[in-house]
């Protein structure tokens, strides 16, 4: 009993340093490009800093929000004392200075509380938590898979929903669990990203379909690029697009529920509980009993009891309902081998 407290204890020490380095990560906006001239290199800098805390809050909000509900919220523009009271900090990548003139590219760390002030203050919904992990799969389609693949970087960074590129090129769109779950395993991910390219140079599109033990779901077609490196750039936006539409809450009307959760290890109760717990759209979540194969759950959700079903879905928790309520199992477990 000792050395299971012990590992709980672990795991939640270990999911906390975590969780503080994605956030860190999310609020921080890289490869911002300055050009600043003045009366001094000195003056130049200043003025290049402060030009950066704006563009890069502008970015930050995008990343935050999305387009609906920024729209006409942020019209009075941003002035440079409030972005310099957002930001924590300015780390310079690369620069040039000389000649009272200052180019560079910096990268700006936002103050997550006070970010998140402004933003409720002009009633802008928003999310800052992330989506579960991904290994993306650029699958075969009507271009060369290896060059396909060599478009997408080996992680994401700084996205709401982060990912892993899997590089091998031999799955196709008609692959399915069974052949990525392997990938997706020893990434520590929740689920697989099939992304198709169609078209051909000048307007390629991007399918994306996820892809977990519960089953496969559309999430939709990106908009042309003219070209690779483009279409998998707006591949990767529209899986953070599809996450803040699934995760945004704004509504505080709360359902409370309560619910089992059978589990086979305690490796899997651990994954259960954490998926259910970071779940944007639950609320006050709680352990009421505990055993060696179950345990009942109290919680509060957001939105409808259909959109909280497909979250967790998407994080790999099946839901049905019995003569005991709610019961929730992995749908590893459950997947046929």
Not at 130 to 139: D, G, I, N, R
Not at 170 to 189: F, H, I, P, R
Not at 231 to 243: G, H, P, Q, S
């Given at each position: ?146 060059a ?77 690029a003219?070209?690779?490196e ?15 539409r ?69 994080r ?10 709610w ?11």
């Open positions: 009993m000792t050395r299971r407290i012990l590992l709980m204890i672990a795991v939640v020490f270990l999911a906390a340093g975590t969780a503080a380095a994605q956030l860190r990560e999310i609020y921080t906006i890289r490869d911002i490009e300055v050009e600043e001239s003045a009366g001094s290199v000195i003056q130049a800098q200043q003025e290049a800093f402060a030009s950066a805390r704006v563009k890069g809050a502008y970015r930050l909000f995008e990343r935050l929000t999305l387009p609906e509900d920024r729209a006409g919220r942020l019209s009075s523009g941003l002035s440079s004392s409030v972005a310099n009271r957002l930001a924590a900090a300015v780390d310079v990548e690369e620069e040039e200075r000389g000649g009272g003139k200052y180019v560079g590219k910096l990268a700006v760390v936002y103050n997550p509380n006070m970010v998140r002030e402004f933003l409720s203050q002009r009633n802008i919904p928003y999310t800052d938590q992330t989506a579960p992990k991904s290994v993306v799969f650029p699958v075969r389609g009507t271009a060369n898979a290896v396909w693949n060599s478009e997408w970087p080996d992680s994401s960074r700084g996205r709401l929903a982060p990912f892993e590129t899997s590089r091998g090129t031999s799955m196709t769109s008609s692959s399915g669990w069974q052949e990525l779950q392997g990938d997706v395993m020893s990434a520590g991910a929740r689920r697989a990203i099939k992304a198709e390219l169609t078209g051909s140079p000048g307007s390629y599109r991007v399918r994306l379909v996820s892809v977990t033990a519960a089953g496969e779901t559309d999430l939709g077609t990106t908009d042309s003219a070209t690779m483009g279409a998998a750039e707006r591949a990767a936006t529209l899986l953070d697009d599809v996450w803040k699934s995760a945004i809450v704004r509504s505080g009307e709360r359902t409370p529920v309560k619910s089992t959760i059978l589990f086979t290890s305690l490796p899997e109760w651990n994954s259960l509980r954490g998926a259910l717990a970071r779940s944007p759209l639950v609320f006050d979540f709680e352990i009421a009993g505990l055993s060696r194969q179950g345990a009942v759950v109290k919680f509060a959700y957001a939105g409808d009891r259909d959109r909280l079903v497909s979250s967790l879905r998407e790999g928790i099946m839901v049905e309902t019995d003569d005991m309520g019961v929730m199992t992995s749908a590893v477990t459950r997947a046929p081998s």
